[in-house]
């Protein structure tokens, strides 16, 4: 391979060989120019890799309009320079070029983490996040190129949904703190973006609304679905939990409830007490089946619980004339009755398997109650003795 003086007019007169022929920079070394059996020319640089002794060989760009010598010339100083720090331009354009997006990110996401570890609900809430806002936005960004201002500004066109957005906000987060431990990445670009305010729903049932709602569960003709609000509303649990129940969580001789740790949301097994009327309410379930399968809430099936009460839940708040209030909400309306009665919140917080006592704080409120019939015994004492 000859080695030349470059210069604009020689390279131009270099002929189309009858071979590929590689020429060598006299004033650049491992700086060339290869020229094929037709006529194109093209800048390369090889170089060997310090570490590994491999050798190495980059194209730069064809010779012509678009890639002069002199710019040529540049690239490949600078390519050099960087071999000469220890680095590898090659194997760094290759990765580079396969480096995942985060499309790859987000199927690795559910396939390694979500799927074996979160509860389906969960899985098919972070499925939507990502088809509906993450993806259409992010999906063909290499997960390397991601900045804080890409999730800020998908963070800011969510503001009319602040739970929603926020929701979304911490699956980035989650997910960009895998793909460190997948070495994908060296920081969470999703870390330090501040969330919106949410208001928290207060909605739960009074005294009256609660006899409305009990008279129509009486009604309705699926008592099945009926029995399933009406544990909930004794027990307060999550309607996911009474509707994965099996018969043989149920200890009725000692009043408890046995949660797996696969049905609650902190992944945690739970022993939750049982009111006389929960007992009852169980027992008599059991005694009026007539094809006793493993469920408590069976579906059609009685191999199969119970899927989804949407549309019986609909039905029943139309009957018991309740607005704006969802089956979560019978949560609230429990809490509220045994925190109005007199029970203190971190009781609550344990019937409810509430893990932080912030999440009860929003009935402290309710606690005035009690503590205002027991301020006025002494009003009463004055006034009978006046």
């Not at 990110?105 to 899985?123: D, F, G, T």
């Not at 409810?352 to 006025?376: C, I, M, S, V, W």
Request: glycine share 4%.
């Amino acid at each position: 391979m000859p080695n030349i003086r470059f210069s604009k007019s020689g390279l131009d007169r270099i002929p189309a060989p009858n071979r590929d022929t590689i020429y060598w920079d006299d004033a650049l070394p491992g700086f060339g120019l290869r020229v094929k059996t037709s006529g194109v020319k093209r800048f390369v640089v090889q170089y060997r890799n310090r570490q590994t002794g491999q050798s190495k060989r980059k194209t730069l760009g064809r010779y012509g309009p678009t890639l002069s010598l002199h710019a040529a010339r540049d690239m490949a100083r600078k390519l050099l320079s960087e071999v000469v720090r220890g680095e590898d331009p090659v194997t760094m354009a290759r990765a580079l070029r396969h480096a995942p997006t985060v499309h790859q990110l987000a199927e690795q996401y559910m396939s390694e983490h979500a799927i074996p570890k979160k509860r389906p609900s969960s899985v098919q809430n972070d499925r939507s996040m990502l088809d509906r806002y993450i993806l259409p936005k992010m999906g063909s960004l290499r997960v390397r190129d991601v900045t804080h201002a890409h999730v800020q500004k998908l963070h800011n066109t969510m503001r009319e949904t602040p739970y929603q957005a926020n929701r979304t906000l911490a699956l980035l987060s989650k997910m960009f703190e895998l793909s460190m431990r997948w070495e994908m990445r060296v920081d969470n670009p999703a870390r330090g973006i501040e969330k919106f305010a949410e208001e928290k729903r207060d909605r739960w049932l009074s005294g009256a609304e609660l006899k409305r709602l009990l008279s129509a569960l009486s009604d309705h003709p699926n008592q099945i679905a009926a029995d399933a609000i009406r544990l909930q509303l004794l027990t307060g649990a999550r309607i996911g939990e009474v509707l994965k129940a099996q018969w043989t969580d149920f200890d009725l001789d000692r009043g408890v409830w046995i949660k797996p740790s696969h049905h609650t949301k902190q992944k945690r097994r739970e022993h939750l007490p049982l009111s006389a009327a929960a007992c009852a309410l169980v027992a008599e379930m059991q005694a009026s089946r007539t094809d006793l399968g493993p469920w408590l809430i069976p579906g059609r099936s009685p191999d199969q619980p119970y899927k989804d009460l949407k549309v019986f839940w609909r039905s029943v708040t139309k009957a018991a004339s309740l607005e704006n209030y969802r089956i979560h909400d019978n949560r609230h309306t429990h809490a509220s009755h045994l925190v109005s009665s007199g029970l203190s919140l971190p009781i609550v917080g344990r019937l409810l398997g509430h893990t932080n006592p912030l999440t009860t704080q929003r009935y402290a409120h309710l606690a005035d109650d009690p503590l205002r019939q027991a301020a006025e015994v002494m009003s009463r004492k004055m006034n009978e003795s006046s």
